[in-house]
């Protein structure tokens, strides 16, 4: 019976041991694994420029230039912002059969990319529409896309996407009114009517700011090109 018990606590002894081993393997390296495991997503959360490449390479090439050009006229704006409204820019365009630079061009001009500018005539947001306008436009694009928004009010010309979608629309129907694209610029930015008054008169006006928004747009063509 001596021997028998002296043997159990031998092995007791030994087995004891090994398990204090593998606890003390396991209380030393679980930390690091799980370091391992958390420590690069939370670094590439913390990094905000490897997570705007991550999300660049899944957007379109064109979408990125416009983003690059959103960027660079309003660096201060968050990211998700500038994503919106260069999605808002690409999707209208593409709709209207009309260049997304042309669009960036004219934006450029009229309000440098500010949601909330305001014209000393009172045209308002990222394409400075008039009020009476953006009201006439958004019963237009009611009946012709059924789209429908809140009862008009010209503070909803700060909101960007629907300033953007407004004036991509407006842009789009007058350059098929006047079947020139500078004529069009100089009616988006005097009227219709004034132009219509002034070609029937063979009245005399300006054409820089179609001048203005042409050197834009081939300023953003080039940088279209450079990331194609």
């Known amino acids: 019976m001596e021997k028998r ?4 606590l031998t092995r007791t002894l030994l087995w004891g041991a090994a398990c204090a081993k593998v606890g003390l393997t396991l209380i030393l390296f679980i930390p690091a694994l799980v370091t391992v495991k958390y ?11 490897k997570l705007a490449k991550q ?10 230039t416009i983003y690059s050009i959103v960027k660079s006229h309003r660096p201060g704006i968050a990211d998700r912002e500038a994503w919106k409204v260069s999605a808002a820019i690409l999707d209208e365009s593409a709709k209207r059969d009309l260049d ?7 934006i450029k001009v009229e309000s440098g990319f500010h949601y909330r500018a305001l014209s000393p005539m009172g045209a308002r947001g990222i394409m400075q529409i008039m009020p009476e306008t953006g009201k006439y436009l958004s019963a ?4 012709v896309d059924g789209f429908e928004t809140r009862a008009f009010m010209p503070d909803h010309l700060d909101d960007p996407v629907l300033n953007i979608k407004l004036g991509v629309y407006y842009l789009d129907g007058l350059k098929k009114q006047f079947r020139s694209l ?3 610029l100089l009616a988006y930015n ?7 008054n002034r070609l029937a008169n063979n009245l005399h006006f300006s054409d ?5 928004v042409l050197d834009a747009y081939r300023e953003y063509k080039k940088a279209q090109t450079r990331v194609f």
Do not use: N, W
């Open 190 to 196: 005097l009227g219709p009517g004034e132009i219509q």
């Open 39 to 49: 420590a690069v997503p939370q670094a590439i959360r913390r990094d905000p420029v």
């Open 5 to 8: 018990h002296k043997k159990t």
């Open 100 to 106: 997304p630079m042309l669009v960036l061009a004219v």
């Open 140 to 143: 237009e694009l009611y009946r």
């Open 208 to 212: 820089q700011y179609a001048a203005v």
């Open 55 to 64: 999300v660049e390479k899944t957007q379109p090439k064109e979408l990125v």
């Open 182 to 184: 500078s004529l069009a």
